[in-house]
């Protein structure tokens, strides 16, 4: 039996792009029907989903036409699961380089262009700036190397937003609009469910 902690992080550990996912992963939703995380999107490898079915952890709500086999049986693959127990979501958004990339939508914050991105700090470390949410945004090679360590009114450059720090929902929001490359048929309903509809 695993302990609490490893409980939840059996529940909620999830990795962008691993090997193990390449092949019929499962959409993880908590018990109010929605997924866990957006992005990176809830999935688990087919195993672990198979063996919370077989721990009672989870519900499965759609499956894949491919099978697995044990000695003694024959498992259809699942591709959605719901966790029996509702986790609550986290509040805090961690700051990696990639969560700042994201809350910044993957532009300069300089000059909007998208594609190979680093990060800038808006006041200069050697000015005395921080590396905080609120210091620290995405910025293209052309635009960080024009602001170098000048003040931002001296390099002749403004922002597209202040930086700030992201709530979890906001972040869950600007992730659903960054899916993964790859989303099953059987995973939409679950997505998209409780996104506005079009008047």
């Not at 190979?116 to 293209?140: K, Q």
Request: with cysteine; net charge positive.
């Amino acid at each position: 039996m695993l302990d609490k902690s490893h409980q939840e992080d059996f529940r909620t550990s999830f990795v962008r792009e691993p090997a193990v996912l390449r092949h019929h992963p499962a959409l993880v939703l908590n018990a109010d029907y929605r997924p866990l995380s957006y992005y990176p999107l809830s999935l688990w490898p087919w195993q672990e989903a198979i063996k919370a079915v077989f721990l009672d952890r989870v519900i499965i709500l759609a499956e894949y036409e491919e099978v697995v086999r044990s000695q003694r049986a024959a498992f259809r693959i699942p591709s959605v699961v719901v966790l029996k127990e509702y986790v609550r979501p986290q509040k805090r958004v961690a700051f990696t380089r990639f969560n700042l990339f994201l809350r910044d939508e993957f532009c300069c914050q300089y000059c909007g262009a998208k594609g190979e991105l680093t990060f800038d700090h808006v006041l200069p470390r050697s000015r005395g700036g921080i590396t905080s949410w609120e210091n620290v945004v995405a910025a293209c090679s052309p635009c960080n190397l024009r602001k170098a360590n000048k003040l931002l009114r001296q390099s002749g450059l403004s922002l597209c937003r202040p930086p700030r720090q992201p709530t979890a929902e906001e972040m869950q929001q600007v992730g659903r609009r960054f899916p993964p490359n790859h989303l099953h048929q059987s995973w939409m309903d679950f997505l998209y469910w409780d996104a506005e509809l079009d008047a």
